[in-house]
């Protein structure tokens, strides 16, 4: 199989230090009419009222301040699932203080608004019962990407920066045109996006342990995003069975009695040659069968406690939820 060409992420440049008060607008310069905008207008027929406006203070950009009814407002489909505890923690703190201060961000679609940063805000309000939410509603829907790719680089863990980077692969489907590598700008990192594609296959997969070497493989796919997304399908599906090999190796040295955290990190970096390769690209699908076929060599039963000692490491986290 040909390799695929792939784009790598240009390294961030050094940032120039700047003056100070150098940049963006004024405190007097903020002010925005809502005259003419048709936003203003859209948000007012879907049941909204308009709070105020004004000019962001980076780019300048128009940014309305809005009461929106709040069955009118949902999580984008791409970002990561919420989490109920946090939600209710959310709602207790809101309720000991008596007010909710901190607006949602939300961009219109079809009627309806999405909030790429405000999932667990909205979750808390509609526990509390709310019967609107304020927002900062921003005209562009494609900021709502752009604001995504911020939320993935804090997200809790690793399977939930994945998940929610496939999430927006998907969303590209159909509704953009340009390949996958014109996106750098929202996915951050590429590995992403096939362990997102595993994840999405296999739940409780560890895709830490693996880390080293897929993040050392990947690049951004220079193809359409939909054929992309089903390269990216395979490659997970390549993934998890080494996976697959690597699980069935850890279970063999439990069953010896070798219980450390250890164990999958140790099996990895053992069939991983691309520690001792610090230059040259590698194909994807190529090497993960070698490190397939490496791994159905180990002999468990020659491996001991001063093997994994040495090995050394971070434990693999084993559920990542």
């Known amino acids: 199989m ?3 060409k792939i784009v790598k992420k240009p390294k961030a440049a050094r940032r120039k230090k700047v003056e100070a008060k150098s940049k963006g607008l004024g405190a007097k310069e903020m002010s925005a009419s809502l005259d003419g905008l048709e936003l203003a207008r859209l948000i007012e027929s879907d049941g909204g009222t308009i709070v105020g406006s004004y000019k962001e203070p980076l780019g300048g950009k128009h940014v309305v301040i809005a009461a929106l009814p709040i069955d009118k407002v949902e999580p984008t489909p791409y970002q990561r699932d ?5 939600v209710k923690k959310l709602a207790n ?3 000991r203080v008596g007010r909710f201060l901190d607006p949602i961000i939300a961009v219109r679609k079809d ?12 979750g808390a309000a509609k526990l509390l019962g709310l019967k609107s939410i304020v927002a900062l509603v921003i005209p562009e829907e494609d900021v709502a990407f752009q604001i995504l790719a911020l939320n993935t680089e804090k997200a809790h863990n690793l399977k939930e920066r994945s998940l929610e980077v496939i999430r927006m692969l998907r969303g590209l489907v159909g509704a953009k045109a340009g390949n996958e590598s014109d996106y750098i700008g929202f996915f951050e990192e590429p590995h992403f996006i096939t362990f997102g594609a595993a994840y999405e296959k296999r739940p409780r997969f560890s895709a830490g342990a693996y880390t080293s070497v897929v993040k050392r493989l990947e690049g951004f796919l220079d193809e359409p995003v939909d054929e992309a997304l089903a390269s990216r399908e395979a490659r997970a599906d390549h993934l998890l069975k080494w996976d697959d090999e690597v699980v069935r190796v850890v279970e063999a040295l439990k069953a010896r009695g070798l219980q450390s955290p250890y164990l999958k990190n140790y099996v990895v970096a053992r069939v991983n040659f691309l520690r001792f390769k610090k230059d ?3 194909e994807f699908d190529e090497t993960i069968q070698k490190m397939i076929d ?8 020659k491996v001991n406690k001063d ?4 090995m050394g490491g971070a434990p693999a986290a084993e559920a990542e939820e």
């Open 2 to 4: 040909a390799a695929k």
């Open 82 to 86: 919420r989490s109920e505890a946090h």
């Open 93 to 95: 703190a809101m309720e």
């Open 111 to 122: 009627g309806q608004y999405w909030t790429p940063n405000g999932n667990h805000r909205l």
């Open 280 to 282: 040259g690209e590698f």
């Open 294 to 301: 490496a791994t159905r060599k180990i002999d468990p039963s």
């Open 307 to 310: 093997d994994l000692a040495k």
